[in-house]
């Protein structure tokens, strides 16, 4: 049983950067692989980004790859998302889900989420 807390959204410019948080309140936070997702108004929720359980492997969307990078701290039971060169298409409620899966790119195989966190990004 894992509950999870997004926070770090904000509004931003185009170009600039944030750095997104999930806290873990679950006793086993390290067997759990990691995803970040997201999704836009009208939009379906899309994949972002995700990570094994040790940390070791990512996983990220063609949209995102080189710009984004995800984290994780299991001592803290923290994961990261840090956004770089923002662009007004990543503009999203952005979410943190986690599995007992590897890494997936499927929200399907994610059991736990969070509440979400705005990222606006203007022009």
């Known amino acids: 049983q894992v509950q999870l807390v997004e926070s770090g959204g904000g509004l931003v410019q185009a170009g600039g950067s944030l750095r997104l948080s999930c806290a873990a309140s679950?006793?086993?936070?390290?067997?759990?692989?990691m995803g970040w997702f997201r999704q836009a108004p009208g939009k379906e929720r899309e994949f972002v980004a995700a990570i094994n359980r040790s940390g070791g492997y990512t996983n990220y969307a063609d949209s995102v790859k080189g710009r984004f990078t995800i984290s994780r701290d299991n001592a803290k039971n923290m994961v990261y998302l840090r956004l770089n060169s923002l662009k007004p298409e990543d503009t999203a409620v952005y979410y943190c889900a986690a599995g007992r899966g590897y890494a997936s790119g499927s929200y399907s195989v994610y059991d736990y989420w969070g509440q979400g966190t705005q990222v606006t990004v203007s022009s």
């Open positions: 679950g006793r086993t936070f390290s067997s759990y692989a």
